[in-house]
């Protein structure tokens, strides 16, 4: 099958591509940089940004099915910059799909874009978008999910994929950022440190990406539907970070603050980046506050029973993945030969946030 895939030089693109690959697919690669290893490795590279519409109506000649996972993350920032990225540019990849009559599109979500700030305990996808979004990224991604879903029809067939916290070797953005913040002394339990989420090893998303080629044929009922994805094993957050922090050789986190303490705090330090005017974002938030106190955990049977996903990789083999060096050496080599960063793909979130 000819694939193209946003934001394939990162974290969750750089595996799925690989993937591709070796099942014999003709995989094309569309990203602002440009990845030498990438093509290397086989795929075609094109340069091009979401928000040219232009540029995409050029670039998706010839596909059959596009994965869409660039996106702008993080949790600061002008809500212009997001909307342009995740509302914008999604919907110049639908417009792109419809005018190459593409007939899959397959749009990589996030979990958080139904969470308001309280705990979710088991929800499936039944449960609705909160009426008043906490952040930026979660808000528009919301829209942009809405938008693929409500272009399902049969001359282009939509899904999503919610995965929350994805991990595993080669990310250089989730872990690095715990380390340094360990190292730094800065890192807190938040709360009672007893809630519970999910995470998603790397291996088991882009498994759940790779499940979705087989409704491409056969299986229309499996598309106009968004899925949770996660390794199926909910855990405590903070067990979690301090076992990753000890793969990692690094002391465990053991001071506290309380979840009020921590709202009051983060209210103060956004108050003075904004009056400071910095772009860089803060070191804590309010929206990061409630997702390090509360549980989100999802009930992944669509998944499982409609797109026929399973996890391939339990955490405890995820764990003794991560003993080894955290950037594996294929990925590393292709984020360093690009030639231009890309800003806006899926993986690069910043602080501990969720995808």
Request: glycine content about 8%.
């Amino acid at each position: 099958m000819r694939i193209l895939v946003t934001g394939g030089g990162g974290f969750i693109g750089n595996s799925l591509v690989h993937k591709l690959l070796d099942e014999g697919h003709e995989v094309s690669v569309l990203s602002r940089g440009y990845y030498p290893d990438l093509k290397e490795a086989g795929a075609t590279v094109i340069q091009a940004d979401i928000v040219n519409k232009p540029q995409l109506m050029t670039a998706f000649k010839g596909h059959e099915l596009v994965y869409h996972i660039a996106a702008k993350t993080g949790f600061w920032g002008p809500y212009c910059e997001y909307y342009q990225a995740n509302v914008l540019g999604t919907l110049n990849v639908i417009d792109a799909c419809l005018h190459n009559d593409i007939s899959h599109l397959v749009y990589v979500s996030s979990a958080s874009v139904v969470f308001g700030g309280e705990s979710i305990e088991g929800a499936d996808e039944s449960i609705p978008y909160p009426s008043k979004p906490l952040s930026h990224y979660t808000d528009t991604k919301a829209i942009a999910e809405r938008a693929v879903l409500n272009a399902n029809s049969r001359d282009l067939k939509t899904l999503s994929l919610r995965p929350h916290l994805v991990w595993g070797p080669g990310d250089r953005h989730i872990l690095p950022g715990i380390i340094e913040q360990a190292k730094s002394g800065k890192l807190r339990i938040v709360g009672s440190g007893d809630n519970i989420v999910d995470t998603t090893y790397i291996d088991n998303f882009t498994q759940a990406q790779m499940c979705v080629l087989n409704a491409v044929d056969g299986n229309d009922g499996a598309w106009g539907k968004a899925y949770f994805i996660s390794d199926g094993e909910p855990v405590k957050l903070w067990e979690m970070v301090n076992r990753l922090l000890e793969v990692s050789g690094i002391d465990p986190v053991r001071k506290r603050i309380g979840t009020r303490a921590a709202i009051n705090t983060a209210s103060f330090v956004e108050k003075q980046h904004r009056w400071r005017k910095k772009k860089q974002a803060p070191r804590i938030t309010r929206f990061l506050v409630h997702e390090l106190s509360s549980s989100h955990w999802f009930d992944i049977s669509r998944a499982r029973n409609t797109l026929f996903y399973k996890p391939i990789v339990s955490i405890e083999e995820g764990l003794a993945k991560m003993k080894e060096p955290f950037v594996s050496p294929q990925l590393e080599k292709v984020q360093k030969t690009a030639i231009k960063s890309d800003v806006i793909t899926e993986d690069r979130i910043y602080s501990l946030s969720f995808l």
